[in-house]
């Protein structure tokens, strides 16, 4: 891992900065490292991390999206930009928590947010088209643990996952996020900002939903309030049975993703602790879906 020290002297040369930087780590960031800098033009977020090929992180379209939207108007401005680097103005608001997203005043704000995420950003966004299909992260992630002892289920799990896709079907696609934990919203206090657009690309706004949803853990009363905010309209049953399916897949790509990092470490984050957890969200998703669908 790349050391403090040598990120305190990187992120004190950048060449956007108007007097002297101050400058201090902050936390968060599972793929990344972050410092918070003010200077004589105000108040920054500095990330640093470059491509993680592992999670099919490429950086370029990082930066790409990140200045999307905020063209949009839904992510903060972007001050500076390089191949490794991301430099963003800091929101002085608080980050959610798996509690606010349960509260159902919050989850409307969220709805109005993601409407606009998947309506606006891509309008914005120059370059290569990005797209994210969580069953194809599902397979890589899978392939990377073939033969390993973290890679003991795949049978099991990639088995679930062809039966999840089957039941996903034909999707509308639009362009989302795709990794809204709870931390990834913050609220100024005044409006919603979304931030980390590392996975971004254009999906089905099922798994965004779906993400959100497992993320935050909501039960099911709250999980159907959530899609019936988003469609305008109570979720029929195949649409339940659609959503439902990617909410137990984004449970399996976040534990295999886990997994995989654990194997990396880029960060120091207890990557056990995190797979663990949620092994034991998507077995009682999955415990559900079966219940509830077949």
Request: glycine share 8%; charged share 25%; aromatic share 8%.
């Amino acid at each position: 891992m790349t050391s403090v020290a040598a990120d305190l002297g990187r992120v004190n040369r950048l060449p956007c900065w108007k007097g002297q930087p101050r400058i201090e780590p902050l936390s968060g960031g599972l793929s990344n490292r972050n410092y918070r800098v003010r200077d004589g033009a105000g108040d920054w977020v500095v990330r640093l991390g470059g491509d993680v090929p592992e999670h099919g992180l490429v950086r370029a379209n990082d930066l790409a999206v990140s200045r999307a939207a905020a063209s949009a108007g839904i992510a903060p401005e972007v001050l500076h930009t390089a191949a490794d680097i991301l430099v963003i103005r800091f929101i002085d608001g608080r980050a959610l928590t798996e509690a606010d997203i349960r509260s159902e005043p919050m989850r409307s704000r969220i709805v109005d947010l993601l409407k606009r995420t998947h309506r606006e950003v891509g309008r914005h966004l120059r370059g290569p088209a990005v797209m994210f299909w969580v069953f194809h992260a599902i397979r890589d992630y899978a392939a990377q643990l073939a033969g390993t002892e973290d890679g003991r289920d795949l049978a099991r799990l990639t088995a679930i996952a062809g039966a999840l896709e089957r039941a996903v079907g034909p999707v509308d696609i639009v362009f989302g996020h795709n990794d809204l934990l709870p931390a990834n919203l913050i609220d100024d206090g005044k409006r919603l900002w979304l931030i980390d657009w590392e996975y971004a690309g254009y999906g089905t706004p099922l798994f965004d939903l779906g993400n959100l949803a497992s993320n935050a853990q909501l039960d099911d009363d709250a999980w159907q309030s959530l899609l019936a905010a988003y469609h305008d309209s109570s979720p029929d049953a195949g649409l339940l049975r659609r959503a439902d399916a990617m909410r137990v897949a984004s449970l399996l790509r976040e534990h295999l993703w886990a997994l995989v990092a654990r194997r990396h470490r880029r960060v120091a984050i207890d990557f056990e602790a995190y797979a663990a957890e949620y092994a034991a969200r998507l077995e009682a998703a999955h415990r559900c879906f079966v219940d509830r669908h077949g």
